[in-house]
């Protein structure tokens, strides 16, 4: 298991396809399983793994580079979506969706190719669920000698446990992601439905549909500044406090899904900024001050939480950012230690009895079998601000 027992005894195909079927399988069940070293190990390592992977495969001298050409064609299938036709199971018609675009690079008639379509589909099915099943006990049980890694970057946020979720959520994605086998969060929360992830990512894309016009729309407001040779010290202020950092804002609440938009905000940003008239010593205190005050508002996390519509509840709202990178955990604790309102509705009180709440539960859940990544750095950062001490916790 896994890889013996991708085909069903029913499943029917030509007989000269076989080959390509078994490899088309094996390449699928590899991706799910780089899907889930990328989710526990973080992108550096999985990437490291992917290209072994791909050296050994396609080594040989026939050109063909089928795992290369494969893979590309499962992440093709996956950003298309599930076909339109084919049964009720979205997860059944991605497969089908892997299937046509395996077929694309594989030289037969279109009649072969629309005799395979069906069998092929089963059969990668049948390996994917195969691969789900299979998998996850076997990365639980995997770690690196550490000299192999040591300059490579490790993943700290909590990404789930299976591989459905996008590699940039939205808010609300992010949120069902977050609470995804995680023994922190109820029992009932822990397995979100298809139907709650499609409606999340529904309410994702509406937000950064609609981010995305006021963006566009406030490039051609601020055109003319930029072609300016240089802004007043007021006007610029003014700018950026009331156009350009509500939708910073905006972004940062919709969370990486909108990462394309904030960098566009904060690239304008910076233009305007390098336009201002006159080096006085005031204007300097007031355009750094300004860049401070944007760097805690485009903080994806408190952003997240502040947001009215806010999927995370005010009770789970540090067990929730435990679930994000050291780093955000981190700066998310300066933040309230400085007291500052970027840090929302949360009072420092609140804060503090939520720490202790978490430590405990996140202590009781690694007893129960739960690794939370970088979970004794994160936990020192919380100790550290409910005791009202400064951390020496390293990212």
């Not at 992977?53 to 050109?63: A, K, L, N, P, V």
């Not at 729309?217 to 003319?224: C, P």
């Not at 700018?239 to 509500?246: F, I, M, T």
Request: hydrophobic share 40%; proline share 5%; with cysteine.
């Amino acid at each position: 298991m896994p890889f013996q027992e991708w085909r069903k005894p029913d499943v029917q195909f030509p007989s000269e396809a076989d080959a390509m079927v078994a490899l088309g399988c094996e390449c699928y069940q590899l991706r799910i399983f780089v899907d889930l070293l990328q989710q526990r190990f973080g992108s550096p390592i999985a990437k490291l793994v992917e290209n072994s992977f791909s050296t050994i495969m396609d080594s040989d001298s026939s050109g063909i580079e089928f795992f290369a050409r494969a893979d590309a064609a499962i992440l093709r299938a996956r950003a298309l979506g599930p076909t339109q036709d084919g049964p009720n199971d979205p997860e059944l018609r991605l497969d089908l969706q892997v299937a046509d675009q395996m077929q694309a690079f594989v030289g037969e008639s279109e009649e072969k190719k629309a005799a395979l379509r069906l069998p092929l589909a089963q059969c990668l099915g049948f390996s994917r669920i195969s691969a789900q099943a299979f998998f996850p006990d076997v990365i639980a049980k995997i770690d690196f000698d550490p000299a192999s890694i040591a300059f490579v970057p490790r993943e700290t946020a909590y990404r789930g446990t299976t591989n459905r979720w996008r590699p940039a959520p939205g808010c609300f994605e992010r949120h069902l992601q977050r609470k995804e086998g995680n023994l922190l969060f109820p029992v009932s929360e822990q397995q979100p439905s298809d139907g709650a992830l499609n409606a999340a990512r529904s309410r994702d894309e509406d937000d950064v549909e609609k981010l995305k016009a006021d963006v566009t729309a406030l490039g051609k407001t601020l055109a003319g500044y930029l072609n300016q040779e240089g802004i007043p010290g007021g006007i610029l202020a003014d700018l950026l406090h009331y156009k350009v950092q509500p939708l910073m804002a905006r972004s940062a609440a919709i969370g990486e899904l909108a990462n394309a938009q904030l960098r566009a905000l904060q690239q304008l940003n910076e233009e305007l900024m390098k336009g201002a008239v006159g080096s006085n010593e005031e204007l300097a205190e007031s355009l750094e001050a300004i860049r401070k005050g944007q760097h805690d508002l485009c903080n994806l996390f408190l952003a997240q939480a502040s947001r009215e519509d806010t999927p995370i509840a005010s009770e789970n709202f540090i067990l929730a950012l435990l679930c994000e990178s050291t780093d955000t955990v981190k700066e998310a604790m300066e933040i309230f230690s400085r007291g500052d309102a970027a840090a929302g509705a949360q009072a420092r009180g609140d804060v503090q009895a939520l720490c202790n709440e978490a430590i405990g539960r996140v202590t009781e859940a690694a007893k129960q079998g739960f690794e939370l990544p970088a979970a004794e750095e994160k936990l020192g950062l919380l100790a550290a601000y409910s005791k009202g001490t400064e951390s020496t916790a390293s990212a």
